[in-house]
């Protein structure tokens, strides 16, 4: 990359209403999640926000076919 070539920037926190939206669920499911802990996220002034690189995390296991749950997105591992 050359120095006047600007490499693209996301966004670095997403609030609950995009996260549901992502992973189409309910904003509740995503509300229980980060109070359950399965999603870690801040609090800021009232509202929750969820780092990008946790969400980057969470799609790159579940695209890894990991074995293991991620209960968050509702992977039984393989499970029926």
């Known amino acids: 990359m050359s120095l006047t070539e600007v490499a693209p920037v996301g966004p670095k926190f997403y609030d609950v209403r995009e996260v549901a939206a992502m ?3 309910s904003r ?12 870690p996220a801040v609090r800021m002034r009232g509202k929750w ?19 293991h749950d991620l209960p968050f997105l509702g992977n039984t591992g393989g499970r029926a």
């Open 23 to 25: 992973f189409r669920m």
């Open 28 to 39: 509740m499911t995503v509300y229980r999640a980060i109070g359950s802990g399965e999603l």
């Open 49 to 67: 926000l969820v780092p990008a690189r946790v969400i980057d995390d969470l799609v790159d296991e579940a695209t890894k076919g990991a074995a």
